[in-house]
């Protein structure tokens, strides 16, 4: 019995880093050494004619295709589910689809659009939408009122009123007459011709 056999001793390729039967390291090491190459960025060996491929494929800085920002391979996915500008997103009022960079300016102004409430029967802005349902009594009142809740500016005291304005009695025969014109203007630019078969 002469030990342990020659295969189960097994030495490091200086090359690729693995364990090599003892017996076969020398055969390995020059087959290693002239056909792999390790990859610089993830330590892989690789076939030295596939080197650049593999570089190319897997590490390659690359461009987002919604907005042409280069980055990380491995971080493509993310960017373009999360962080792109140019990603799709929806408004939470009226779930119409934008870019992501447009989306915080549409959504101030469809936030403010009203809908009116069918338990009290007042207009609630769709941003104050779900607080307000929380918090609704259910209260109904005769009429429709603004959520706001915001009263016109008074008039400073001994400031005078607005007069209504007076329909003068001129203006409105001159707006009479205008309109009687236009009517026989368009019945006899628009009157139908009678066709010759129809005239004995």
């Known amino acids: 019995m002469a030990g342990v056999s020659d295969d189960l001793i097994t030495s490091i390729c200086s090359h690729c ?3 090599i039967p003892s017996s076969n390291i020398d055969l390995h090491f020059a087959h290693c050494s002239r056909n792999l190459e390790k990859c610089k960025v993830c330590g ?3 076939p030295r ?3 650049e491929e593999h570089y190319l494929s897997t590490h390659a800085p690359v461009s987002c295709s919604l907005c042409s920002e280069t980055m990380n391979r491995d971080i493509l996915d993310v960017h373009k589910g999360e962080n792109c500008p140019q990603r799709i997103a929806t408004c939470e009022y009226c779930e119409f689809p934008l870019p992501a960079v447009d989306l915080l ?6 936030g403010n ?3 009116l409430c069918h338990m009290c029967h007042k ?3 769709l941003r104050e939408r779900h607080g307000h349902e929380s918090g609704c009594t259910g209260f109904v009142s005769n009429n429709a009122e603004s959520s706001r809740n915001i009263r016109a500016p008074e008039r400073p005291p001994g400031a005078p009123r607005r007069q209504p304005r007076e ?6 025969l001159f707006t009479i007459a205008i309109t009687g014109i236009a009517v026989l203007l368009g019945s006899f630019f ?3 011709k009678p066709d010759s078969s129809q005239v004995n």
């Open 105 to 110: 300016e549409h959504q101030e102004v469809c």
């Open 123 to 125: 207009y609630i802005r």
């Open 190 to 192: 628009f009157q139908r």
């Open 167 to 172: 329909v003068l009695p001129r203006r409105l």
């Open 113 to 115: 659009r009203t809908e």
């Open 49 to 51: 004619k596939f080197a």
């Open 17 to 19: 880093d693995r364990a």
């Open 44 to 46: 892989d060996m690789v």
